[in-house]
């Protein structure tokens, strides 16, 4: 089938059912998203399409069928055949008549195509039987409902097609379906009044006018047909009544209108001799019941040499392409309204002409019954100037009055037009594809910016807009760093250290999407976190604290390429206010200004291994949560003097699946504390370290899950209130209100110019000379 075909089937679940059901159905089939409307696709595409559309929707066949043969006949209308289809006949009978004239028509631009056949009875009682033939099984379903949205939308009809008989025959490209329908008809309102009257009392006080109105009408017609009759008995004797005086006698009274008959006049005698009508009909055959040529025109004795000697059998020159039928007289009289093919056979044809293509006639069946024979009135079927000279053929020998001449020239502007459109439309499905991809490549790249900024800072970045500065009043910060990782970096290869860096940042990024934390940057060995920034939450101490609970379960998986043993970090946590912003133009960064930056990196430099540094205020933040603490004591910090500090040993009622963002266990249940798990997991890892490090098992991570936390959201409306009621200093010296630096987050433009701060970040301070040499080499090496 054509690509016109599933084109309509796919706007149909689309329009029903929506796009979502479309893919599902496109999915379960199978088959590509959209259809080429010239292209030829195996019948088996939409076959699979409307099975899987009948158990998908749970609808029985013939309905779905039913719908689609509809919805057919709107899409055609919607595609531009509608005054195609509406001249097709004067009424229903006329139009079924005619389907076999309209395929025949339409096979000139879809030479590919192959149609079924029709041949309409009208029975006594005003009814119809519909014959239906086909290759393809199983679709009878559709015609009905084709047939019954012409009837209803061309001639205001309603139809109800029952099947009544359905066999197989045996034709000449094989089994065919014939299906026999019953078609009756009464007329209808058109669809808006029949929609809005079929249930009211005056459309049925009207209907019954409507049908007695009709009655009436064929009385009237009776009995005016039984006038003319008599009118036309008397007409015969001059004597009694003149030319105007019949005429008279036949209109009808009160009307002023004639009556509708036609009596044709025949002359006694044909005058046209022989040759003049062979020549005059170039492209005629007459043939007797036996196949039998009786006479044929000068033309397709040329075409057909074999044709001047009368009485051959014309079923051994000619093959019946369509419609689909034996070559025997009465499989012709069956089809007698369609339109017949004919097609040259090769064999008979001369030697030197069997290199061309065969020559194709088409035409009409009349049947002279005084003479028991069959007149074939037909014109070569010729599509394009190509076809033609293909076949060495001339315009000339197409008769002055056949409309073929016409017809070889407009459809080769046809065929142009449509291989332009052709064109057009595979030219919008490689553009429709190459958005995909762009769309595609698009997330990839945003998913790339928003790795490196937060999303709202991204996003007004995008859009050329100077992002301003922000001041969080409370945060929790959050440095760790590999323990002697200096001497690492001395003994081993940069490979190496690439490799272990990167297996232990895969799993501290993952825990980041784990408790919602801000990853603000890696420097070397150093790694840096943020909770309550960019997006204030009041939980912000607890994420960071279960964040470095994680990494220290995270870093035991990770193996030191000098010894082979699990790696030790420090961390270290303070919680305290900072000023945030976004500097540089390259390469931007979204950074943290402040000293509780300075204070959170001395909590790290002089922590303990596997251990987490607690600042006085974090631990305040965590104090009345359920986290257990120790006190480490009162040391001393460069730069700041004494300060009493704490560590952070467990969370007494989370588990370390929850921690580690892993499916939570059966055995998870009873809330079992994360060191609970430390000693098996130890002899895990120390049982793993004998064997070669293997990055890329490092990729295989469990999925991740989120761990939960409950923000208050009056506590951070409360900050933002109170914050909006005061002015701050910038690194400047100017005063700005905090609402300039809230509408960061807000996505929103103050009025005055944007504040980008211009002193240098404040830093932590340096590590210990040797220390700070090699963290410089190795940052320099990668």
Same mark, same amino acid.
Request: hydrophobic letters at 35%; charged letters at 25%; proline letters at 5%.
């Given at each position: 089938?054509?690509?016109?075909?599933?084109?309509?089937?796919?706007?149909?679940?689309?329009?029903?059912?929506?796009?979502?059901?479309?893919?599902?159905?496109?999915?379960?089939?199978?088959?590509?998203?959209?259809?080429?409307?010239?292209?030829?696709?195996?019948?088996?595409?939409?076959?699979?399409?409307?099975?899987?559309?009948? !158990?998908?929707?749970?609808?029985?066949?013939?309905?779905?069928?039913?719908?689609?043969?509809?919805?057919?006949? /709107?899409?055609?209308?919607?595609?531009?055949?509608?005054?195609?289809?509406?001249?097709?006949?004067?009424?229903?009978?006329?139009?079924?008549?005619?389907?076999?004239?309209?395929?025949?028509?339409?096979?000139?631009?879809?030479?590919?195509?192959?149609?079924?056949?029709?041949?309409?009875? !009208?029975?006594?009682?005003?009814?119809?039987?519909?014959?239906?033939?086909?290759?393809?099984?199983?679709?009878?379903?559709?015609?009905?409902?084709?047939?019954?949205?012409?009837?209803?939308?061309?001639?205001?009809? $309603?139809?109800?097609?029952?099947?009544?008989?359905?066999?197989?025959?045996?034709?000449?490209?094989?089994?065919?379906?014939?299906?026999?329908?019953?078609?009756?008809?009464?007329?209808?309102?058109?669809?808006?009044?029949?929609?809005?009257?079929?249930?009211?009392?005056?459309?049925?006080?009207?209907?019954?006018?409507?049908?007695?109105?009709?009655?009436?009408?064929?009385?009237?017609?009776?009995?005016?047909?039984?006038?003319?009759?008599?009118?036309?008995?008397?007409?015969?004797?001059?004597?009694?009544?003149?030319?105007?005086?019949?005429?008279? =006698?036949?209109?009808?009274?009160?009307?002023? !209108?004639?009556?509708?008959?036609?009596?044709?006049?025949?002359?006694?005698?044909?005058?046209?001799?022989?040759?003049?009508?062979?020549?005059?009909?170039?492209?005629?055959?007459?043939?007797?019941?036996?196949?039998?040529?009786?006479?044929?025109?000068?033309?397709?004795?040329?075409?057909?040499?074999?044709?001047?000697?009368?009485?051959?059998?014309?079923?051994?020159?000619?093959?019946?392409?369509?419609?689909?039928?034996?070559?025997?007289?009465?499989?012709?009289?069956?089809?007698?309204?369609?339109?017949?093919?004919?097609?040259?056979?090769?064999?008979?044809?001369?030697?030197?002409?069997?290199?061309?293509?065969?020559? /194709?006639?088409?035409?009409?069946?009349?049947?002279?019954?005084?003479?028991?024979?069959?007149?074939?009135?037909?014109?070569?079927?010729?599509?394009?100037?190509?076809?033609?000279?293909?076949?060495?053929?001339?315009?000339?020998?197409?008769?002055?009055?056949?409309?073929?001449?016409?017809?070889?020239?407009?459809?080769?502007?046809?065929?142009?037009?449509?291989?332009?459109?052709?064109?057009?439309?595979?030219?919008?499905?490689?553009?429709?594809?190459?958005?995909?991809?762009?769309?595609?490549?698009?997330?990839?790249?945003?998913?790339?910016?928003?790795?490196?900024?937060?999303?709202?800072?991204?996003?007004?970045?995008?859009?050329?807009?100077?992002?301003?500065?922000?001041?969080?009043?409370?945060?929790?910060?959050?440095?760790?760093?590999?323990?002697?990782?200096?001497?690492?970096?001395?003994?081993? $290869?940069?490979?190496?250290?690439?490799?272990?860096?990167?297996?232990?940042?895969?799993?501290?990024?993952?825990?980041?999407?784990?408790?919602?934390?801000?990853?603000?940057?890696?420097?070397?060995?150093?790694?840096?976190?943020?909770?309550?920034?960019?997006?204030?939450?009041?939980?912000?101490?607890?994420?960071?604290?279960?964040?470095?609970?994680?990494?220290?379960?995270?870093?035991?998986?990770?193996?030191?390429?000098?010894? =082979?043993?699990?790696?030790?970090?420090?961390?270290?946590?303070?919680?305290?206010?900072?000023?945030?912003?976004?500097?540089?133009?390259? &390469?931007?960064?979204?950074?943290?200004?402040?000293?509780?930056?300075?204070?959170?990196?001395?909590?790290?430099?002089?922590?303990?291994?596997?251990?987490?540094?607690?600042?006085?205020?974090?631990?305040?933040?965590?104090?009345?949560?359920?986290?257990?603490?120790?006190?480490?004591?009162?040391?001393?910090?460069?730069?700041? =003097?004494? &300060?009493?500090?704490?560590?952070?040993?467990?969370?007494?009622?989370?588990?370390?699946?929850?921690?580690?963002?892993?499916?939570?266990?059966?055995?998870?249940?009873?809330?079992?504390?994360?060191?609970?798990?430390?000693?098996?997991?130890?002899?895990?890892?120390?049982?793993?370290?004998?064997?070669?490090?293997?990055?890329?098992?490092?990729?295989?991570?469990?999925?991740?899950?989120?761990? !939960?936390?409950?923000?208050?959201?009056?506590?951070?409306?409360?900050?933002?209130? =109170?914050?909006?009621?005061?002015?701050?200093?910038?690194?400047?010296?100017?005063?700005?209100?905090?609402?300039?630096?809230?509408?960061?987050?807000?996505?929103?433009?103050?009025?005055?110019?944007?504040?980008?701060?211009?002193?240098?970040?404040?830093?932590?301070?340096?590590?210990?000379?040797?220390?700070?040499?090699?963290?410089?080499?190795?940052?320099?090496?990668?």
């Amino acid at each position: 089938m054509y690509g016109f075909i599933n084109t309509c089937l796919k706007s149909l679940v689309v329009e029903k059912y929506g796009e979502e059901t479309w893919e599902k159905l496109r999915i379960q089939a199978g088959v590509q998203d959209t259809f080429l409307t010239f292209e030829v696709y195996k019948d088996e595409i939409t076959m699979q399409l409307i099975d899987k559309a009948c !158990k998908m929707l749970d609808v029985p066949p013939d309905m779905v069928l039913k719908q689609f043969g509809e919805f057919f006949f /709107e899409f055609c209308k919607r595609s531009g055949y509608d005054h195609m289809l509406r001249t097709l006949g004067g009424n229903l009978y006329e139009f079924i008549e005619n389907l076999d004239a309209l395929h025949s028509y339409l096979s000139l631009s879809y030479q590919e195509m192959n149609a079924p056949s029709f041949r309409v009875e !009208k029975n006594e009682d005003g009814s119809m039987h519909l014959h239906y033939y086909s290759d393809r099984r199983g679709l009878c379903h559709i015609v009905p409902g084709i047939i019954g949205a012409a009837a209803l939308d061309f001639f205001n009809t $309603e139809i109800s097609m029952e099947i009544v008989n359905q066999t197989e025959e045996e034709e000449r490209t094989g089994k065919k379906e014939h299906i026999v329908f019953l078609v009756t008809q009464k007329p209808v309102f058109s669809y808006k009044k029949r929609n809005k009257f079929s249930s009211s009392p005056q459309y049925i006080a009207h209907s019954g006018r409507r049908i007695e109105k009709q009655l009436n009408k064929e009385d009237t017609e009776k009995n005016m047909n039984k006038i003319r009759d008599r009118t036309s008995l008397v007409s015969v004797c001059p004597a009694k009544k003149n030319h105007w005086e019949t005429i008279r =006698g036949i209109v009808t009274l009160g009307r002023g !209108k004639l009556l509708r008959g036609f009596d044709p006049a025949y002359p006694t005698t044909l005058w046209i001799d022989i040759k003049t009508f062979c020549n005059g009909l170039p492209f005629h055959i007459v043939f007797d019941e036996e196949l039998r040529v009786k006479q044929a025109g000068v033309s397709i004795q040329k075409i057909v040499p074999g044709l001047q000697t009368m009485g051959i059998r014309l079923d051994h020159y000619f093959s019946i392409v369509h419609p689909e039928v034996t070559f025997t007289i009465s499989s012709v009289q069956k089809f007698i309204n369609s339109q017949f093919v004919f097609r040259t056979r090769r064999e008979m044809m001369p030697e030197s002409w069997k290199q061309r293509p065969m020559l /194709e006639l088409r035409g009409q069946m009349i049947w002279m019954e005084s003479l028991q024979c069959m007149l074939y009135l037909c014109s070569p079927l010729l599509r394009t100037l190509h076809e033609l000279e293909e076949r060495q053929m001339h315009i000339a020998d197409i008769a002055p009055h056949d409309v073929t001449r016409d017809l070889i020239l407009l459809n080769q502007q046809r065929l142009a037009e449509m291989e332009l459109s052709n064109q057009l439309e595979r030219k919008k499905e490689e553009l429709r594809i190459l958005s995909k991809h762009l769309e595609e490549e698009k997330k990839k790249t945003e998913a790339l910016l928003y790795a490196m900024l937060p999303k709202h800072v991204a996003n007004q970045l995008k859009e050329g807009k100077r992002v301003e500065a922000g001041e969080f009043k409370e945060c929790t910060i959050l440095f760790s760093d590999v323990v002697t990782f200096t001497n690492i970096c001395a003994q081993c $290869e940069p490979i190496q250290i690439v490799l272990m860096l990167n297996s232990m940042y895969l799993r501290f990024d993952r825990l980041t999407t784990v408790h919602d934390v801000y990853k603000v940057e890696t420097i070397g060995d150093a790694y840096m976190v943020v909770g309550g920034v960019p997006v204030p939450v009041s939980t912000h101490a607890e994420r960071v604290a279960n964040f470095a609970l994680g990494i220290i379960i995270a870093a035991k998986e990770v193996k030191n390429p000098v010894s =082979g043993k699990p790696i030790q970090i420090r961390v270290g946590i303070h919680t305290g206010p900072v000023l945030a912003g976004v500097v540089g133009e390259k &390469m931007p960064r979204y950074c943290l200004f402040g000293d509780t930056v300075n204070i959170a990196s001395r909590m790290e430099s002089h922590g303990v291994p596997s251990k987490i540094h607690l600042s006085p205020t974090a631990y305040y933040c965590l104090k009345d949560k359920s986290f257990e603490m120790t006190e480490r004591g009162e040391i001393e910090v460069k730069g700041k =003097g004494k &300060m009493h500090t704490y560590f952070l040993i467990r969370n007494r009622t989370a588990t370390e699946n929850e921690i580690m963002g892993n499916p939570i266990k059966e055995s998870d249940s009873d809330h079992e504390s994360v060191q609970s798990f430390h000693e098996s997991r130890i002899k895990m890892i120390q049982s793993s370290c004998q064997q070669a490090m293997q990055p890329n098992s490092d990729q295989d991570q469990p999925p991740t899950i989120a761990m !939960k936390y409950i923000d208050s959201p009056t506590e951070t409306q409360a900050s933002y209130k =109170g914050r909006s009621q005061e002015r701050i200093k910038d690194l400047t010296g100017k005063t700005h209100d905090v609402e300039s630096y809230r509408c960061l987050h807000a996505g929103q433009q103050p009025g005055s110019d944007p504040y980008l701060p211009n002193q240098e970040r404040i830093k932590p301070a340096p590590e210990e000379p040797q220390n700070r040499n090699v963290r410089s080499n190795f940052c320099n090496l990668i």
